[in-house]
T-cell receptor, first 111, second 121 residues
Framework: SQQGEEDPQALSIQEGENATMNCSYKTSINNLQWYRQNSGRGLVHLIL?????REKHSGRLRVTLDTSKKSSSLLITASRAADTASYFC???????????FGTGTRLKVLA | EPEVTQTPSHQVTQMGQEVILRCVPISNHLYFYWYRQILGQKVEFLVS????????KSEIFDDQFSVERPDGSNFTLKIRSTKLEDSAMYFCASSERQGVILGGSGANVLTFGAGSRLTVL
């Protein structure tokens, strides 16, 4: 499998529910970031978690990182229709310059 | 808020033609990237650029591709002879710093442009 794979590939929930997306990666990383992409638009940075951190919060976002399992999760609480977008995790392998993006989770929040 | 701007927003070209995609990164950023996304698929790394040279490139970034920072503000991606499979959204990104260089924890945030859609016929 590829570096940075999110699951599920697609998620459909009702407004007000929580949305959880997962990301798995393969190599040792310095940090992991989550980005959001509205349809046909550029990616927007949401949150960054360093390899020595286990959990981080930002507003309605909560990110966890488990380096032993090489996985991360993004939780969006109390989702809104405006949260409808694709969400990508991005990792940078130690000693490299490039951020590798996962395959993305397409989230649809129904009003 | 500072932003990365890309032009054109959409370009249609014939197979075999040269294409130049332009980007104006955020002014105090030092690291520049090109990514591409084929419709509905993953965002793929093409190249990173620092200090007027390529710092890393992917297997996709073959001899048909080149990047340049001609005047200290623009950052361009050139595709010399386009192929049908080059049709994609091309995203430029920039970041302020790079932890590998500074010996830090490697935390830098990418700011993306809105993308240039390339259609090769």
């Amino acid at each position: 499998s590829q570096q940075g794979e999110e699951d599920p590939q697609a998620l459909s929930i009702q407004e007000g529910e929580n949305a959880t997306m997962n990301c798995s990666y393969k190599t040792s990383i310095n940090n992991l970031q989550w980005y959001r992409q509205n349809s046909g638009r550029g990616l927007v940075h949401l949150i960054l978690i360093r390899s020595n951190e286990r959990e981080k919060h930002s507003g309605r976002l909560r990110v966890t990182l488990d380096t032993s399992k090489k996985s991360s999760s993004l939780l969006i609480t109390a989702s809104r229709a405006a949260d409808t977008a694709s969400y990508f995790c991005a990792t940078r392998t130690s000693g490299t310059y490039k951020y590798i993006f996962g395959t993305g989770t397409r989230l649809k929040v129904l009003a | 808020e500072p932003e990365v701007t890309q032009t054109p927003s959409h370009q249609v070209t014939q197979m075999g033609q040269e294409v130049i995609l332009r980007c104006v990164p955020i002014s105090n950023h030092l690291y520049f990237y090109w990514y591409r996304q084929i419709l509905g698929q993953k965002v793929e790394f093409l190249v990173s650029f620092y200090n007027n040279e390529i710092s890393e490139k992917s297997e996709i970034f073959d001899d048909q591709f080149s990047v340049e920072r001609p005047d200290g503000s623009n950052f361009t991606l050139k595709i010399r002879s386009t192929k049908l499979e080059d049709s994609a959204m091309y995203f430029c990104a920039s970041s302020e710093r790079q932890g590998v260089i500074l010996g830090g924890s490697g935390a830098n945030v990418l700011t993306f442009g809105a993308g240039s859609r390339l259609t090769v016929l």
